[in-house]
């Protein structure tokens, strides 16, 4: 019994562990499919911690070259496993929705808040600009990718005719080029002699991926016990994926929620809440670099891995996703990035440039709030 009680108050998320027999008795009893929505996204938060957690272990004992293609694979995982369930469902627009809810998130909702709580305690702070530059450039890059098949693709045919549908894996798999590119470079790139800190070296992990070994701690586990929790921490997730995108209809249909609202804003927070709370944990403690690369690299994951990977994976599924995205998401995403790598440009940070990004993901999300279900 002492056991559990230092469980639970070791991490104060432990406790929403218990969200996941909840949602076993919420499905066995005919719970209203609100409160199985509910209970659902908040289970799979503290599993996603712990996904990355036991990532951040394994790859702490295979290396920096193994340990980086570990974090750069895994560090969405419960995010992806959620928009397969949903593929699974034939739910594509929320699939989309997801993945650009994702990439502003991050540069908008979390960049914004770790410059705004940042720089009330700092001041100015300052990051590594030629690195975030490099970054950002990355993520025009893949906006623009994003964008060149649902431009055209009204002048090649319809979205799921064969031509749109061959652009969109042409396009996904050039990206996870582009991706892999990325990591190559991170891996040989050494020591960044350009760097505004001299003093301190780039990383390898830090130039893609969106977790960072060398700064933050991990739990003190063994390989095995790394994997047991990996394994059961997946199976969590899956387990709540299928309850909480089967719920999504439902509670679309009763309460007028637009499915867009859900894809963009809700599902991308449930899946990286953890990963967003280090990153304006670390601006607090006036680790900008940090804080700046968690952000851009989240979403460069989400931009040039997780969505070319789910084109391929609804393939073999039998609902091919295409890289088709709505005028409202391309305006959103060229805001975004457009003014995340106006602020990263000159590598400099204070609570005014946090102020206005969060302006503007709180201005989106009230347009994509009111949009009609």
Same mark, same amino acid.
């Given at each position: ?14 406790? /929403? ?7 076993? %008795?919420?499905?066995? $009893?005919?719970?209203?499919? @609100? ?24 790859? $702490? ?62 001041? %100015? ?17 893949? #906006? ?8 055209? !693709? ?7 005719? /064969?031509? #749109?549908?061959?652009? !969109? ?68 997730? %899956? ?50 670099? /940090? ?6 690299? !989240? ?14 994976? !609804? ?5 091919? @996703?295409? /890289? ?45 709030? @009111?949009?009609?279900?």
């Amino acid at each position: 019994m002492a056991r559990v009680i230092r469980f639970f108050t070791r991490k104060p998320i432990n406790f /929403l562990l218990l969200a996941l027999p909840l949602a076993v %008795v919420a499905q066995l $009893s005919g719970w209203p499919d @609100l409160w199985i929505f509910i209970i659902s996204a908040v289970g799979v938060i503290p599993l996603a911690t712990y996904i990355g957690e036991a990532t951040e272990v394994l790859a $702490s004992q295979t290396g920096p070259r193994v340990g980086g293609l570990l974090n750069a694979t895994l560090g969405n995982a419960a995010e992806l496993i959620i928009t397969i369930v949903a593929i699974r469902e034939g739910l594509l627009e929320l699939v989309k929705a997801s993945i650009t809810g994702s990439i502003l998130g991050n540069i908008l909702l979390v960049m914004g808040a770790s410059m705004l709580l940042g720089g009330i305690r700092h001041g %100015v702070q300052s990051f590594n600009r030629r690195h975030a530059s490099r970054n950002a450039i990355l993520l025009v890059l893949a #906006v623009v990718a994003l964008l060149i098949p649902s431009i055209l !693709s009204g002048s090649i045919g319809s979205e799921h005719s /064969l031509k #749109v549908e061959v652009l !969109s894996l042409g396009v996904a798999g050039i990206m996870i080029v582009l991706y892999g590119l990325g990591i190559l470079f991170s891996f040989t790139a050494g020591r960044d002699k350009f760097s505004d800190k001299k003093e301190e070296p780039v990383h390898p992990p830090e130039a893609i991926g969106p977790m960072v070994l060398e700064h933050k701690s991990h739990p003190h586990w063994s390989r095995r016990t790394a994997i047991i929790v990996l394994a059961l921490s997946t199976t969590g997730v %899956v387990y709540l994926s299928e309850l909480l995108v089967g719920a999504v209809e439902p509670v679309v249909l009763g309460f007028g929620i637009s499915e867009f609202f859900l894809g963009i804003i809700l599902i991308p927070l449930i899946g990286n809440v953890a990963e967003h709370l280090v990153a304006v944990k670390v601006a607090m403690e006036n680790e900008m670099d /940090l804080s700046v690369e968690i952000a851009i690299s !989240s979403s460069l994951q989400i931009a040039l891995f997780v969505a070319p990977v789910l084109v391929f994976i !609804s393939l073999l599924m039998g609902n091919p @996703l295409t /890289l088709i995205f709505n005028q409202i998401e391309l305006l959103a995403l060229i805001v975004g990035v457009l003014i995340a790598a106006l602020v990263s440009v000159d590598g400099e940070s204070n609570w005014l440039e946090g102020a206005e990004l969060l302006a503007v993901y709180i201005i989106l999300a009230l347009a994509f709030f @009111l949009l009609p279900a």
